[in-house]
């Protein structure tokens, strides 16, 4: 952030408004933003820019700028425009002289960063159950991770393959003035520059691209299904990776979208139809669907419920929201999951487990406990571990092949 920039009153004051709803009411950050942009529209873009950047930016930062401050989190809207005065003044910009600053306007800053812990949880701003459970998983590449989950989720879309392919897809949005960029993390991927509005677009309308993370556009080709199989995604959610599913299929053959929460399902429908995918089906999950579907399914995703560590880029307020014990839960429905699901798969077949997760406890040490549970059953075909990074957030797959 350049040095010496401005500040007005009503902008800042959308900020404070924005941390009370996010850490007093435990509303989500992209909801308060989102909600805040819209009830106030004679901001213009920069403001809003502004807003949004600066609320999220606090929210990934609060315990170190607490630690900074010298004191433990508390949420009033005179605590509020104190924390956001630290924010700024780390950031290299000096503060106005306004009565919501007065108490900063001795603040030490160069003496509060000098006696400051430097355990990665402070640091890197992590709760300290989480920054304890990380490193002890991970070990000395937790202090990498986390830093990387701190930098900004870039704005990333997968492009249709059934329809075009990357190079036309960047042509066609730079005739629309939007700007994208290739990643290595994956060839179905564009990351754009900016913060442009793209699903106004009729290219979006058309079809021929979907929002999804590049890490997360691994999954499905990991799954390596083929046109003409049977094919099932059982924790479809809103079917991003149904429809990346599809594409790779050609649009040949079948896909059973599951979930338990029909909404979603509902969802998945219209983004089929949006990228002309015919061969999606969607079906509420019950415990009866196991048994009407047992050994269908040539192969299975199962992209589990997790404690969702490796997309905290992007859902910056999740890591205040969650606790330990929430971990241990996922673990044990991640388990049952795998206890149930792959009756679904045929003899021969495989399923691919996947998690937004960093940490092994829900990864590498699921797929052990798997093999060493129903190791009769099925065997480890491979497994592949994508860490946060600039381009992408992080995530895990495991593919079992049923004997």
């Known amino acids: 952030m350049e040095k010496e920039i401005k500040l007005f009153p009503p902008t800042v004051g959308g900020v404070v408004i924005a941390l009370q709803e996010i850490f007093e009411k435990n509303q ?4 308060v933003v989102g909600k805040l942009l819209s009830e106030n529209k004679k901001w213009g873009s920069r403001d809003r820019a502004f807003v949004a950047n600066s609320t999220y930016e606090i929210v990934r930062h609060w315990r170190k700028l607490w630690a900074i401050f010298g004191k433990d989190a508390y949420v009033t809207k005179k ?3 104190q924390i956001f005065g630290i924010w700024w003044l780390t950031e290299g910009n000096t503060l106005p002289d306004w009565n919501e600053f007065e108490s900063l306007k001795e603040f030490d800053l160069e003496k509060a960063l000098a006696d400051l812990p430097q355990t990665v949880g402070v640091q890197e701003s992590f709760p300290e159950w989480l920054d304890k459970m990380a490193s002890e998983q991970l070990g000395d590449s937790w202090l990498e991770i986390a830093k990387n989950l701190n930098l900004p989720a870039p704005l990333t879309i997968r492009v249709n393959t059934l329809h075009l392919n990357q190079t036309k897809l960047a042509q066609l949005l730079n005739k629309e003035e939007v700007k994208t960029r290739v990643t290595p993390v994956s060839s179905s991927a564009l990351i754009v520059e900016g913060r442009k509005k793209i699903t106004n677009l009729k290219l979006y309308n058309k079809g021929l691209f979907e929002i999804q993370d590049a890490g997360s556009q691994l999954i499905a080709p990991f799954v390596q299904a083929k046109p003409g199989q049977n094919v099932i995604d059982a924790c479809a959610g809103a079917g991003g990776k149904t429809l990346h599913l599809a594409a790779l299929m050609k649009n040949s053959g079948q896909i059973i979208a599951m979930d ?16 002309g995918i015919s061969i999606v089906r969607t079906e509420e999950l019950y415990e009866e669907t196991l048994t009407d579907y047992q050994e269908f399914a040539d192969t299975m995703l199962l992209d589990v419920p997790c404690s ?7 859902d910056v307020d999740n890591k205040w929201k969650m606790k330990a014990e929430d971990v241990e839960d996922v673990i044990a429905l991640q388990r049952q999951i795998l206890s149930t699901y792959p009756c679904m798969v045929k003899p021969g077949g495989t399923f691919v487990y996947a998690t937004c997760s960093i940490l092994p406890s829900e990864n590498e040490n699921q797929t052990k406990w798997f093999i060493e549970n129903y190791g009769m059953q099925f065997e480890l075909d491979a497994e592949k571990k994508l860490n946060p990074s600039a381009d992408n957030d992080g995530f895990y797959m495991a593919r079992f092949k049923k004997l």
């Open 260 to 275: 338990i929460y029909p909404e979603k399902l509902k969802e998945c429908n219209i983004r089929a139809n949006r990228n």
């Open 28 to 31: 989500h950050a992209h909801i």
């Open 79 to 81: 605590s509020m425009y």
């Open 308 to 314: 969702g560590t490796g997309v905290l880029k992007r």
